[in-house]
C-alpha cells in the first residue's frame, strides 16, 4: 500500500503558483520523495524527487520539511496543462515505486 | 531515442485467451517494470526486472508472467485472460539507481485491455 497521502484534489487559477501537499509521517532517513503527474490517461511523467534537501527543477519545486513527515511540491506558475494527477511516492532501497490515488489538480482560466 | 514504446495500443480478448502485451526500450535501462491502472485508481506494480535474466514480483503479480531475455524487451503474458484483468497497463524503465538520472522512471503510452 501507498505510505503517503494527499487530499484527493485541488484547483488553482492559471498563473497563479499551485502547491500540492503531501503527508509522509512513516518515512524513513533513506527514503526519497518522488513526484510523478499523468496526463489524462497518458503514461505517468517524472517530475522531481528529493531525500531532505529543497529541490528545484525546471518543472517545478520540492520543499520537504525539516522532519521530513511532508511535502510540497510547487508549480510555480501553473498552465491549463498542468490539469493532472500528481503522485507522491515514497522510496526506499526498494526498486518499486508504490503509487497511490494521487491527487487530481485542476487549473481553472 | 523513441523511448518507452507498448504495443498494442488496444486489445479486446475473450476470457480464456491468452495474449502478451510487448515493451521495448532504446535506452540501455537496467530497470523494467509493468502496472495496471484501474478507473480511479493509482498504479499498481504486477512485475519488475533489475536486468536481463532478473524478474520479480509486485503488488499483483496472479494471473501474470514475464521474462527478460535482452535488456530492450520486457514482454507481459497473459495465460488464460480474466475479466477482472481489463485495465491499463504501462511498462516503464529507468537505469541504475547509482547512475545519474536513475531516478527518472520514464512510462510508455499504455495498452488498454478489455477482457469479455
Known amino acids: 500500500d501507498a505510505k503517503t497521502t494527499q487530499p484527493p484534489s485541488m484547483d488553482c487559477a492559471e498563473g497563479r503558483a499551485a502547491n500540492l501537499p503531501c503527508n509522509h509521517s512513516?518515512?524513513?532517513?533513506?527514503?526519497?520523495v518522488y513526484w510523478y503527474r499523468q496526463i489524462h490517461s497518458q503514461g505517468p511523467q517524472y517530475i522531481i524527487h528529493?531525500?531532505?534537501n529543497n529541490e528545484t527543477n525546471e518543472m517545478a519545486a520540492l520543499i520537504i520539511t525539516d522532519d521530513r513527515k511532508s511535502s510540497t511540491l510547487i508549480l510555480p506558475h501553473a498552465t491549463l496543462r498542468d490539469t493532472a494527477v500528481y503522485y507522491c511516492?515514497?522510496?526506499?532501497?526498494?526498486?518499486?515505486?508504490?503509487f497511490g490515488k494521487g491527487m487530481k489538480l485542476t487549473v481553472n482560466p | 531515442n523513441a523511448g518507452v514504446t507498448q504495443t498494442p495500443k488496444f486489445q479486446v480478448l475473450k476470457t480464456g485467451q491468452s495474449m502478451t502485451l510487448q515493451c521495448a526500450q532504446d535506452?540501455?535501462?537496467?530497470?523494467m517494470s509493468w502496472y495496471r491502472q484501474d478507473p480511479g485508481m493509482g498504479l499498481r506494480l504486477i512485475h519488475y526486472?533489475?536486468?536481463?535474466?532478473?524478474?520479480d514480483q509486485g503488488e499483483v503479480p496472479n494471473g501474470y508472467n514475464v521474462s527478460r531475455s535482452t535488456t530492450e524487451d520486457f514482454p507481459l503474458r497473459l495465460l488464460s485472460a480474466a475479466p477482472s484483468q481489463t485495465s491499463v497497463y504501462f511498462c516503464?524503465?529507468?537505469?541504475?539507481?547509482?547512475?545519474?538520472?536513475?531516478?527518472?522512471?520514464?512510462f510508455g503510452p499504455g495498452t488498454r485491455l478489455l477482457v469479455l
Open positions: 526486472s533489475v536486468g536481463a535474466g532478473i524478474t
Open positions: 528529493g531525500l531532505k
Open positions: 535506452m540501455n535501462h537496467e530497470y
Open positions: 511516492i515514497e522510496r526506499g532501497g526498494s526498486e518499486k515505486l508504490v
Open positions: 516503464a524503465s529507468r537505469s541504475n539507481l547509482a547512475t545519474s538520472g536513475g531516478e527518472t522512471q520514464y
Open positions: 512513516t518515512i524513513s532517513g533513506n527514503e526519497y
